[in-house]
């Protein structure tokens, strides 16, 4: 028998994650001009995530195996969670960084589990729906974040989003 439920956690969590990959490119000019980032800067900002996955992807996936995939899924999320609180309380490029380093351990410990935890919450015959429903994380995610910073940003600052 499925546990939707499972189901729902996984997909909730992974799209809670992809916020954290959407929140970036709204926040380029305000992180410009109150930290003087450059706009070299602002990319690795934005692409660390993807270059900590394949730097580090295999190893990260390897210690989410260990863990069993329902730790690593709070766990990812745990370090979504610190690495947003610590990069909002800076102004710090170098510590923005270094939170931004927690994130995308986070988000490839949530991205590596929650297959997974699908996988092992579903029959069978669900496999083709539940998978599908996971597919969607990443786009919506990034997309919510996307509309919802325009109405962040000017009253709350790119700390906000963060």
Same mark, same amino acid.
């Given at each position: 028998?499925?546990?939707?439920?499972? #189901? &729902?956690?996984?997909? $909730?969590?992974?799209?809670?994650?992809?916020?954290? !990959?959407?929140?970036?490119? *709204?926040?380029?000019?305000?992180?410009?001009?109150?930290?003087?980032? =450059?706009? #070299?800067?602002?990319?690795?900002? /934005?692409?660390?995530?993807?270059?900590?996955?394949?730097?580090?992807? %295999? #190893?990260?996936?390897?210690?989410? =195996?260990?863990?069993?995939?329902?730790?690593?899924?709070?766990?990812?999320?745990? $370090?979504?969670?610190?690495?947003?609180?610590?990069? &909002?309380?800076?102004?710090?490029? @170098?510590?923005? %960084?270094? +939170?931004? #380093? @927690?994130?995308? !351990?986070?988000?490839? /410990?949530? +991205?590596?589990? &929650?297959?997974?935890?699908? &996988?092992?919450?579903? =029959?069978?015959? =669900?496999?083709?729906?539940?998978?599908?429903?996971?597919?969607?994380? /990443?786009? !919506?995610? !990034?997309?919510? /974040?996307?509309?919802?910073?325009?109405?962040?940003? *000017?009253?709350?600052?790119?700390?906000? +989003?963060?």
């Amino acid at each position: 028998m499925t546990r939707w439920g499972h #189901v &729902a956690i996984a997909v $909730l969590g992974g799209i809670a994650a992809a916020l954290h !990959v959407g929140k970036v490119p *709204p926040a380029i000019p305000l992180l410009r001009s109150e930290l003087g980032m =450059d706009l #070299v800067a602002a990319g690795w900002l /934005m692409g660390l995530v993807s270059a900590l996955g394949a730097a580090c992807g %295999f #190893v990260i996936g390897r210690f989410t =195996d260990y863990l069993t995939h329902r730790r690593s899924m709070i766990l990812g999320l745990a $370090l979504l969670i610190a690495g947003s609180l610590i990069g &909002a309380a800076t102004l710090s490029e @170098l510590l923005l %960084f270094a +939170s931004r #380093v @927690l994130e995308s !351990v986070g988000l490839i /410990m949530v +991205s590596v589990a &929650a297959p997974g935890l699908i &996988a092992s919450s579903i =029959d069978p015959r =669900d496999t083709g729906l539940a998978l599908a429903l996971w597919g969607v994380w /990443m786009p !919506v995610g !990034v997309a919510v /974040m996307m509309m919802f910073s325009p109405f962040l940003l *000017p009253g709350f600052g790119w700390q906000g +989003s963060w």
